[in-house]
T-cell receptor, first 115, second 120 residues
Framework: AQSVAQPEDQVNVAEGNPLTVKCTYSVSGNPYLFWYVQYPNRGLQFLLKYITGDNLVKGSYGFEAEFNKSQTSFHLKKPSALVSDSALYFCAVRDSSGGSYIPTFGRGTSLIVHP | GAVVSQHPSRVICKSGTSVKIECRSLDFQATTMFWYRQFPKKSLMLMATSNEGSKATYEQGVEKDKFLINHASLTLSTLTVTSAHPEDSSFYIC????????????????FGEGSRLTVL
């Protein structure tokens, strides 16, 4: 079975400050991990993914995420937040040993960047 | 990258009517598409998996007769909300996987822009 948790409903950060959006997961095998961003009344846009290799993954718009196997986490980070980063962020996981290729999504975290 | 187009982006209809939403993969062939419903509190609910040339697979609790899904070609899936009622008002999002892409089996999905349905 696969599951993912985004423990924060909302994250507030001041523009220019670093941001972190948390994600933890649970899988039986190895995880395939994804971050997507959703702007109001829009679909989800792919940000980055971890499949294998380097634990630090760089993605679109200056975002990065670090895969931590011991902590089963895949937190999304950005060194300096922009007001335009304000959006809804979804973490997703797929168990590499699972029979289904359908990923499980977290409930989403609203990121609000204050000017 | 793979592009998924969804239409219409917004639709308002009267209670009791049916509404069709289209999901197209523009630059790739999608043997499988997924339909999600997003509730006001953000969470995504997978409604069904749409398979080209065969019947859709619905998630538990989703009414098959209410939400008709057809995947007649490798680039088009449709969701028809039949006899819509105000409680069907929601944001519906489709997604697809590119079966030829290296990441096909990883779970990476490409999403449409979503369709906002309002039933009066």
């Amino acid at each position: 079975a696969q599951s993912v948790a985004q423990p924060e409903d909302q994250v507030n950060v001041a523009e220019g400050n670093p941001l972190t959006v948390k994600c933890t997961y649970s899988v039986s095998g190895n995880p395939y991990l994804f971050w997507y961003v959703q702007y109001p009344n829009r679909g989800l846009q792919f940000l980055l993914k971890y499949i294998t290799g380097d634990n630090l993954v760089k993605g679109s718009y200056g975002f990065e995420a670090e895969f931590n196997k011991s902590q089963t986490s895949f937190h999304l980070k950005k060194p300096s937040a922009l007001v335009s980063d304000s959006a809804l962020y979804f973490c997703a996981v797929r168990d590499s040993s699972g029979g289904s290729y359908i990923p499980t999504f977290g409930r989403g975290t609203s990121l609000i960047v204050h000017p | 990258g793979a592009v998924v187009s969804q239409h219409p982006s917004r639709v308002i209809c009267k209670s009791g009517t049916s509404v069709k939403i289209e999901c197209r993969s523009l630059d790739f062939q999608a043997t499988t598409m997924f339909w999600y419903r997003q509730f006001p509190k953000k969470s995504l609910m997978l409604m069904a998996t749409s398979n080209e040339g065969s019947k859709a697979t619905y998630e538990q609790g989703v009414e098959k007769d209410k939400f008709l899904i057809n995947h007649a070609s490798l680039t088009l899936s449709t969701l028809t909300v039949t006899s819509a009622h105000p409680e069907d008002s929601s944001f519906y999002i489709c997604s697809a996987r590119d079966y030829r892409a290296p990441g096909m089996n990883t779970g990476e999905l490409f999403f449409g822009e979503g369709s906002r349905l309002t039933v009066l």
